[in-house]
């Protein structure tokens, strides 16, 4: 792995876990208890960063898959799928602690409602990323199958976003990402906005080591691959 | 008779009832109720223990297959 990707990653993610140390100090000892729902809307200041650097992750992952078909740069290609793995793993926390937030709030760990359900549709659109590339002989074609699949399936991020502005949902509004501004509590805001930058410094930082993992494997790859220099057999005319 | 009777007895059922009434429409402190119904410890710290086993689970991954890949480099 090259300098700069492991110092780059090093320092972004020195930077996330020092973030994440102030959010867990303003989650638990600084920000206000939200009056309806208690101490359990706390999972909120995990749960919206969560599925920020999913959205962002599956976003690096269509627009790297785009270039790439263009281009046919096989970066692009180890980007998306550095991508797509940490994004898989943010929908997952976001599938994880939606429950146990609904379960307290709602009164049930899971709903058909459209927002959960485009989650869930989400996430298995992307595990089926990487179930496409590993699907063919020609690993060439299973690169150019993923690439379509990462695309489309990051058109259901603004359906995400908009379900429960077109459809009746459990699922609450945005209260940030509103015409008419946040209507957040200003330091239930600022710990959200500690936790989104934690979560985007420690997502980048995974990234580019998961990248430079990458790389290493093709350079290892290339050299199994490389023609050896074989002795000449003894006796063989010189 | 009856109808005097069975007045008195709704009246008096209303003013019995009519402090409870009164609780439970909002009149007692929203955060007292919030506290009594919504007790989320346990989810608010599995929540956050997910997230962490989540997130130390992909540092050991990337690292392991690092360490696999350098290996197999060197060799």
Partial sequence: ?238 | MRIRLLTGIVLAAFVILLPDAGFAQGTADPSALANQSLRGYTHMFIAYAIAWAVVVGWVISIARRLARVEKALKE
């Fill in chain 1, 1 to 238: 792995m090259s300098a700069k990707i492991r110092w780059t990653g090093a320092v972004l993610g020195v930077l996330g876990l020092a973030m994440i140390l102030v959010l867990h100090w303003m989650v638990f000892f600084w920000v206000p208890t939200e009056r309806t729902m208690g101490v359990v809307q706390r999972i909120f200041y995990i749960h919206v960063p969560s599925a920020w650097v999913a959205f962002m992750a599956f976003g690096i992952v269509a627009v790297c898959s785009a270039i790439y078909l263009w281009l046919k740069d096989e970066r692009l290609d180890m980007a998306a799928q550095s991508a797509a793995e940490g994004g898989i793993l943010f929908t997952s926390i976001v599938l994880l602690t939606g429950p146990l937030w609904g379960r307290v709030a709602w009164g049930t760990w899971w709903t058909w409602e459209p927002r959960l359900t485009l989650t869930l549709l989400l996430w298995f659109i992307y595990v089926g990323y990487f179930l496409v590339r590993a699907s063919t002989e020609n690993p060439q074609r299973g690169k150019r199958f993923a690439a379509v699949v990462g695309i489309v399936g990051a058109l259901d991020i603004p359906l995400i976003h908009l379900s429960v502005v077109w459809f009746r949902s459990l699922h609450p509004a945005p209260v940030v990402m509103k015409p008419e501004g946040p209507s957040l509590d200003p330091r239930m805001l600022a710990t959200l906005f500690v936790g989104l930058g934690a979560s985007t410094l420690i997502f980048l930082s995974f990234f580019l080591f998961r990248y430079g993992l990458e790389r290493m494997r093709q350079a290892s790859a290339h050299r199994e691959m490389a023609p050896r220099e074989t002795p000449a057999p003894e006796g063989a005319a010189q």
